[in-house]
């Protein structure tokens, strides 16, 4: 009786702490933080820094427990009764699978217990299940963050892409890859960026669309002449025409590196930020 009230109050201040928040999540003994993305729903222990973690907003349900939204793809966390395969983000609503006990065990650490089957999570090798006892579960660390910002959904019009880190204006090279090369802005390529809520960003000098390949690993590229999912991308408004960009092949966001920009920043905050200048100031 006394473990059951002890487990109730733990739960408690659990939400207390937690409830309608949005979270980052991190494996205690790794030190890697958890993520979860469309192209590789399960979660898993890959994130260096807290700015690589996905990010979840939890809300708490009149029982104590909570469902964790996923706020890149919108699916739930999701455990499965059986306790055999990884714990992911793959529910597009919540039932009794998707929702979760927190209970603390320390400051900003806990042990999280599946409604599923009444077991726990703990990190085996890359990924997490919810198939240990109490005593055998991990340890997560969870500290609130503040949520990304949302698309910015509609036409964007023709627009240079200006690297705002290096202040370099996207350019394309001979191979067709979206590369930032000089600081001159009319040296820069014109891209036309049409959607509502995905966005093409074609290249107005061939009418071809930016693509960005499932792995990202490897630079984008203006080549397709149809746009299809691979064409497609989320453009979130940061600041005075600031933006982060999220490519649809893969669900990860835009990053500039020595080869050129590439989809494979795990969260909005390790992508790049990117500067839409207006090119046709004169026409809006």
Excluded at 44 to 59: C, K, M, N, R, W
Aim: with cysteine; net charge negative; aromatic share 10%.
């Amino acid at each position: 009786m006394i473990r059951a009230f002890l487990a109730t109050l733990a739960c408690a201040l659990a939400a207390r702490a937690l409830s309608d928040s949005s979270i980052a999540i991190q494996d205690v003994t790794s030190g890697l933080w958890i993520v979860s993305y469309a192209a590789a729903t399960n979660l898993a222990p890959l994130g260096t820094s807290v700015t690589q973690a996905t990010i979840f907003d939890v809300a708490q349900l009149a029982t104590g427990a909570f469902e964790v939204l996923n706020y890149e793809t919108h699916q739930f966390m999701t455990a499965d009764s059986s306790g055999t395969a990884p714990v992911a983000s793959t529910r597009s609503q919540a039932g009794t699978d998707e929702k979760f006990f927190f209970i603390q065990t320390g400051t900003n650490t806990y042990i999280i217990q599946a409604n599923s089957n009444g077991l726990y999570l703990q990190t085996i090798g890359g990924a997490i299940y919810n198939n240990a006892t109490e005593a055998g579960a991990s340890v997560y660390t969870v500290v609130t963050q503040t949520a990304p910002v949302t698309n910015a959904e509609g036409t964007l019009g023709e627009v240079f892409i200006e690297d705002v880190a290096s202040s370099l204006y996207v350019t394309v090279s001979g191979s067709s890859a979206l590369v930032p090369t000089t600081s001159v802005r009319a040296s820069g390529a014109i891209f036309k960026l049409n959607g509502d809520t995905l966005t093409t960003i074609e290249y107005l000098t061939t009418g071809e669309f930016v693509t960005a390949t499932m792995p990202g690993n490897q630079p984008l590229t203006a080549t397709a002449v149809t746009p299809s999912a691979w064409e497609e991308y989320s453009v979130f408004f940061l600041s005075s025409g600031r933006y982060a960009i999220k490519a649809n092949s893969n669900g990860l966001y835009l990053q500039t590196t020595s080869a050129g920009i590439v989809n494979s920043a795990f969260s909005q905050a390790s992508g790049s930020v990117y500067n839409l200048v207006n090119a046709n100031p004169g026409r809006r």
